[in-house]
């Protein structure tokens, strides 16, 4: 309970007392969270008005972009529509916490100093914390300043397989401090951003299959090339497999003449990570294709001691 002469006190104020008390600090400290409260819901509302702005534009692109040739420069750019929807949906909300972070400390220093609160003792003791507080937690500061530049370049994302040099995985998740990502053994791993030095991205743009074919040396290669053509033309033709392709299958000719083996190429641009099935896709159907025309793989050399 209230001292009993703070009650008489209150008791003898007057309504004007009271209303001249009101109008002085109460109602500047009032206005100040409301203006802080009404140019928050602006900054945010304005926000999200640039984010969905930004994501119908890649809408409105990606629709333009029809067929092989726009899924070509689409993968190229790195502006594949989910990509950039997530980029676009995380830095939209690192600005609202960065808005309310900015709004709310300058409404606290507008309060502080309605109140005669002196900020020049206050800000130096903050800045000196600040600065030992930078010193000790330097690997932090780095870490996130690491993720806000990984998320705003697009170096990588959710669903991408990267090497980071001391684990090659798919990210499952990007924060900015850590990157968590699940190696080919299922062991997770998780990663500083601050401590990434390099990353190589095996998902982003597109990826390339290169396939060597062996056929013994006594084949008449204008025989044998026909054939992998007709294949690989097959392959682009085929609902299937058409649209993990970017660009038409290219047999590029021989590769390389080694004893009894006669190498030829065929070179494949894929969506990024399809480069793998398509390899394995294309050799089936080149065994059963030379199979049907009788043309012979290479003859195994045996080897052991002389006699």
Do not use: C
């Not at 007392?17 to 109008?23: K, L």
């Not at 980029?87 to 900015?102: K, P, Y």
């Not at 095996?202 to 204008?222: C, F, H, M, R």
């Not at 000719?253 to 006669?262: A, C, P, T």
Request: aromatic share 6%; glycine share 10%; proline share 5%.
């Amino acid at each position: 309970m209230l001292p009993e002469q703070v009650l008489r006190s209150l008791a003898r104020l007057t309504p004007t007392q009271v209303w001249d008390w009101f109008i002085g600090r109460p109602l500047a400290v009032v206005v100040t969270v409301g203006l802080a409260l009404v140019l928050r819901w602006l900054l945010l509302r304005s926000i999200g008005r640039i984010v969905d702005v930004t994501l119908a534009r890649s809408d409105a692109r990606r629709s333009e972009q029809p067929g092989r040739a726009g899924r070509v420069l689409a993968h190229a750019t790195g502006m594949a529509h989910e990509r950039h929807r997530q980029r676009t949906l995380t830095m939209g909300s690192l600005l609202r916490s960065i808005v309310t972070f900015v709004v709310a400390l300058i409404t606290i220093l507008t309060v502080m100093w309605s109140f005669n609160i002196q900020l020049a003792p206050l800000l130096a003791t903050a800045g000196v914390g600040g600065v030992a507080l930078g010193f000790g937690a330097q690997s932090l500061v780095k870490d996130f300043l690491s993720g806000i530049f990984m998320i705003l370049e697009d170096q990588y994302g959710v669903g991408d397989v990267i090497d980071t040099g001391s684990a090659i995985g798919t990210v499952e998740e990007v924060s900015l401090r850590v990157t968590r990502l699940r190696d080919g053994s299922g062991v997770v791993w998780y990663i500083r951003n601050g401590e990434i030095v390099r990353i190589g991205n095996k998902s982003q743009g597109w990826s390339t299959a290169t396939i060597d074919i062996p056929v013994a040396y006594s084949e008449n290669l204008e025989k044998v090339i026909p054939v992998i053509r007709t294949v690989v033309d097959e392959i682009d033709q085929a609902p299937a497999w058409h649209d993990l392709l970017l660009e038409e299958p290219q047999v590029v000719g021989v590769e390389s003449i080694s004893g009894g083996v006669v190498t030829i190429r065929v070179v494949i641009k894929t969506a990024p990570e399809q480069q793998y099935g398509i390899s394995r896709e294309i050799r089936e159907r080149v065994k059963a294709a030379f199979d049907a025309n009788g043309i012979k793989a290479p003859a195994m050399t045996p080897f052991g001691p002389p006699r």
